[in-house]
């Protein structure tokens, strides 16, 4: 993805934090429901993937809220970037509007796992989580 240098980036202030944290307690709750195991952290990609196919369904059965999804399992991905890879969360803003992204403090490599979680709902060629992880923490 190609990003027009007329954008800015700022670190997330605590409200969006706090909505994020949220929403990956959300999810957190919504993998307990389902196996029974109390998850004290994010689960890893594979399991992220799995669960991912299983709320789809959900939401194409009118289980699960297309937001509550994306926001979830978006939020978590993010997350893994930020504890696995050291990555920070960010407000990325340009002409188009505004999105929560991960972006690496040295690197400056930017990911935006919101538009990616959702672009998996309508694109079925779209990325795995763990691709798209590999492909923004590699080099």
């Known amino acids: 993805m190609s990003i027009s240098s007329d954008h800015s980036i700022t670190v997330t202030d ?3 934090n706090d909505w994020i944290a949220s929403q990956v307690q959300e999810l957190k709750i919504y993998i307990d429901k389902k196996t029974g195991n109390v998850l004290t952290e994010v689960p890893d990609l594979k399991t992220l993937d799995i669960y991912f196919q299983i709320g789809l369904s959900e939401m194409q059965s009118g289980e699960l809220e297309r ?3 994306v926001n979830m399992f978006g939020a978590a991905f993010g997350q893994y970037f930020v504890d696995k890879a050291g990555f920070r969360w960010v407000l990325f803003s340009d002409k188009y509007g505004e999105d929560l992204a991960v972006q690496h403090p ?3 490599t930017v990911g935006f796992p919101l538009s990616s979680t959702s672009k998996r709902l309508n694109d079925e060629t779209a990325g ?3 691709a798209i992880f590999h492909s923004l923490t590699q080099g």
Do not use: E, N, V, Y
């Open 67 to 69: 937001s509550d999804l």
């Open 106 to 108: 040295t690197r400056g």
């Open 14 to 16: 605590q409200d969006a």
């Open 128 to 130: 795995h989580f763990d």
